[in-house]
């Protein structure tokens, strides 16, 4: 519950602004769409086609029905006249695109998604038949995603067709069709195709081509493991194809989507071909064993899970305490002694079923929180990234959270009766929850991909798992001398415990900086960085000044010192908008064409370890700068030496500098003029205006 409630104060404090240099003339360009169909005027009962046609911004794309690593598909919604029906005639042939190490599969430029539509038998003729549609998509560049038309917005569309006759038909738009019909993969051109699985891979054969070489297979369901490459072999009657099997969860050997048929298509040095097969039914992967056994692996870890959960320094120490209380209270009548440790069992399966619920409510509003698709999105990456960090500094010491329920309930513990048993089984639940993530952090995300009723089921083990202590313990009392004593032991174990969730930080960095790493201008990365470091610093200064024994002043003080910091931070390392780049690449060459053609060139002279050159960068090109930029016609040219090049260090000795940051503005007519070393957009207008004409 801590980690759920560290997240809503997280996305509750993030604003819109962006680092960076950019203005809204940089914004991400737009889609242009066009629906269009292949008859003007349709006959009853004949089929005939419409096309959605997105041409996309230059480095943008959109996704393929399996998008691989990232991005979410085309979303098509038609509103069409009684008695019509729709059929999407497939889905083009995509291409690969690397984020990172990672793949994904979509297509760049202009796409076509063709549907084949089919009226009743019974049209009437001589009617205006409007065909609507509502549709929305994701397209991406190397580092940002947008959801067009907007985010939760539906772009609408329609045409207005003509019923006629059959002999008054009218096509139209055959060109266009013919085109994208060519982007679509030939049915039908291999024989006798037969598709296995064995549950760890797949395997595709045909009769023998001998010739075949395999380019890429893309499978539309997800069932093949979109990261591996296939391999085709080539047999004396038979070439095959085999990918591995795509894994739910790799910790419990859980099967990913297993379906009756496999779907894909196959892009060869021959052409492309489109796969659609039954599993064969001796080989299949039988689903109800593989989901029984998936599910029972997840049950016992969740068990297992709980059990440990009554080891941290915060539960442990009064397990022994509680149980000598429950025998106190209940004068050592061994029935109520159970009772009481029933009714703690109860406060502790009331926080897991709880907590099943939100998860149970978020699957039924649509939000898919499986641990794949979360770190998808920069901005859930960005939260758990965070979170890990603060609850890994939580559990090193730095800072503590709750110390006045450290005794498992504060007053409500003291309580006694059975209400005082219930809040603290209630509460040792949320004190353990932070310390969830060394240890459950694979079977929790296994969980949470799970049918909604067995989510319940996952986590009501879980309870049973941090309650069996304490059940076990009422029923025989006498067993509490055998307990470990609580010692400094126990303090050594959670720090030790630490580093797992700051391991875990570590691998959110490094997939935050595959998602957005180059965003702005090459800086993001060292943003991130600088925006972890605030954060922490932000929980030391909580944790040094803002104690409850600390002067009411002091914790003012270090409070809104600490607050400064953290929003600070949270602002470096969630996403922010992409700026597109505005620079160019130096070279003498790209000077000499630029002012050979009338136009001002600045030329940056920077590196990637030069923090005054990223600090100049990230302030002085205020909307008013970029606005001087545009109207002057000003070329900018980055020369980059974060590696060595000769060729950059002998210009710079030419300006009669020794190193960077160098900045310099050369007019059309070739005169050359230095700035200062630290930029302020002040220095850049009074540059650009004094030297530069209109």
């Not at 689903?287 to 709980?306: P, S, V, Y």
């Not at 010192?561 to 700026?579: D, N, Q, R, T, Y």
Request: charged content about 15%; aromatic content about 8%; overall charge neutral.
């Amino acid at each position: 519950m801590k980690a759920v409630l560290s997240f809503l104060l997280i996305t509750s404090l993030i604003i819109s602004a962006g680092w960076g240099i950019g203005s809204d003339d940089l914004k991400a360009p737009k889609t242009e769409v066009r629906l269009y169909s292949s008859h003007e005027v349709i006959a009853p009962g004949q089929p005939f086609t419409i096309a959605l046609e997105l041409q996309h911004p230059a480095h943008w794309h959109s996704y393929y029905v399996n998008p691989g690593t990232l991005g979410n598909i085309i979303q098509t919604n038609w509103k069409l006249p009684e008695g019509f029906r729709i059929e999407r005639q497939g889905w083009p042939v995509p291409q690969t695109y690397l984020q990172g190490d990672l793949k994904s599969f979509a297509y760049g430029d202009t796409v076509t998604h063709l549907f084949q539509v089919t009226p009743p038998a019974n049209l009437a003729v001589n009617q205006e038949i409007p065909l609507s549609l509502e549709t929305n998509w994701q397209i991406c560049s190397e580092y940002n995603c947008v959801d067009e038309p907007g985010l939760g917005a539906l772009l609408q569309k329609e045409i207005k067709l003509r019923s006629g006759s059959q002999e008054a038909l009218a096509v139209k738009n055959q060109g266009d069709l013919a085109t994208a019909r060519a982007t679509y993969p030939e049915h039908g051109k291999l024989n006798n195709l037969s598709v296995t699985d064995d549950g760890r891979q797949i395997t595709i054969a045909f009769d023998l081509i001998p010739e075949l070489e395999l380019v890429a297979l893309y499978e539309a369901d997800q069932q093949a493991d979109s990261q591996q490459v296939a391999t085709l072999v080539h047999g004396t009657e038979k070439t095959t194809l085999t990918i591995g099997r795509n894994l739910a969860n790799p910790l419990t050997d859980e099967p990913g989507p297993v379906l009756d048929s496999f779907r894909g298509i196959l892009v060869s040095n021959q052409g492309n071909y489109y796969i659609e097969a039954p599993f064969s039914p001796s080989t299949a992967l039988g689903q109800g064993t593989a989901e029984k056994k998936g599910l029972l692996n997840i049950l016992g870890l969740m068990f297992l899970g709980g059990l440990i959960l009554n080891v941290m320094p915060c539960v442990f120490p009064v397990i022994g305490l509680k149980i000598s209380g429950f025998v106190e209270q209940a004068g050592h009548d061994r029935k109520k002694v159970i009772l009481h440790g029933l009714i703690f069992s109860a406060g502790v399966f009331l926080y897991f079923m709880g907590m099943a619920t939100l998860v149970a409510l978020a699957k039924q509003a649509g939000t898919d929180i499986g641990w794949g698709n979360q770190l998808q999105n920069p901005l859930m990456v960005g939260a758990l990234l965070i979170i890990m960090l603060l609850l890994g500094m939580n559990m090193f010491g730095v800072f503590e959270l709750g110390m006045k329920a450290t005794s498992v309930g504060g007053s409500l513990l003291s309580k006694e009766g059975y209400t005082g048993t219930f809040f603290s089984g209630l509460l040792a639940s949320v004190l353990a929850t932070p310390c969830m993530g060394p240890f459950l952090g694979g079977a929790l995300a296994a969980t949470f991909a799970l049918p909604v009723y067995q989510i319940f089921v996952a986590m009501g083990v879980m309870a049973l798992g941090m309650s069996m202590p304490y059940l076990t313990l009422s029923a025989f009392p006498q067993a509490i001398s055998s307990l470990p004593k609580p010692g400094a032991w126990m303090e050594a174990f959670k720090q030790g415990m630490s580093f797992l969730l700051f391991a875990t930080a570590g691998y959110l960095y490094w997939v935050q900086n595959a998602l957005i790493g180059h965003q702005l201008e090459d800086q993001k990365g060292l943003v991130i960085v600088i925006g972890l470091s605030l954060i922490a610093l932000a929980a030391w200064i909580y944790g040094r000044w803002c104690t409850p024994y600390a002067k009411k002043q002091t914790k003012m003080i270090g409070g809104g010192i600490a607050l400064i910091a953290l929003i600070s931070g949270l602002l470096a390392v969630l996403p922010g908008k992409e700026k597109k780049s505005i620079w160019e690449t130096w070279s003498r060459e790209a000077v000499e064409q630029a002012t050979s053609e009338g136009k001002p060139v600045f030329i940056d002279f920077t590196a990637k370890w030069c923090a005054t050159c990223l600090t100049n960068k990230r302030v002085a090109y205020s909307d008013k700068v970029l606005q001087l930029i545009k109207q002057k016609d000003i070329v900018l040219l980055k020369a980059d030496k974060t590696k060595p090049n000769p060729t950059i260090d002998a210009e710079i000795k030419r300006y009669g500098r020794v190193g960077i940051p160098l900045n310099v503005l050369v007019t059309p007519e070739g005169e050359e003029h230095l700035t200062p070393a630290t930029l302020t957009p002040g220095v850049l207008e009074k540059l650009f205006t004094d030297h530069l004409t209109e």
